[in-house]
C-alpha cells in the first residue's frame, strides 16, 4: 500500500504525535520506507543526514534536481561531494542538530529505523518538491494547533500541504 512513507516534523507536539503515527504505520506495513524531514526556513547550512546503518551522518545530495534544488550549495554535481569551505556554526547550525537529536532520540525510543533529513527554504515548496522528487506515498503531519484567527490570516501548514501535495496527506491530531 504505502512503501515511501514521510514524516514532516517541526518540534511540536502535532509533530511529534505524527511521528508516534509514521513510527506505527511503518511497522504494520512491511516493506516500507520511513524519512523524517524538517525545514529550516532561515537556514544557512545545507547539510542533511543519512542514516548509514545505525548511525547517522551529515550529507548533501549529489542528485538533486528537484524543486528545492535551488537551496543546495555550489559545486554539488555528479563528480560529488565538494564540503563546504566554512562550517556553518550559527543559528541554523544549532537548529539543525537540535532537531535531528530529538527526532533520533524519539526513533531510538521506539526501536525505529528511519532517515532523519533536514530540508531548507519555504516550508510548503520545500516539502511538496521534497515529496514528489522522493516518490512520498504518504506524508504524515501534526495538526498545527492554531487559533481560528490566527489560521484565518496564516493559514495550517497542514492545510496547504493537503491542497499542494501529490500524495496522500495523513492529518495526526
Known sequence: M??????AYDGSEGSRLALEKGIELSKILPGSKLTVIYVNEEAQERTGYMDVGHAS???TSANV???YAQFMPQGIGDDGYRPPQELDTGRASEYSKHMHNSIQQQLDAKNAEASVLALEGPVIKT???FIDEQNIDLLIVGNSGKSGLQKFFVGSVSSKLIKDSNSTVLVVK
Do not use: H, L
Open 2 to 7: 504505502y512503501k515511501n512513507i514521510a514524516i
Open 127 to 129: 516539502i511538496t518538491g
Open 65 to 67: 534536481d528537484s524543486s
Open 57 to 59: 551522518a551529515p550529507v
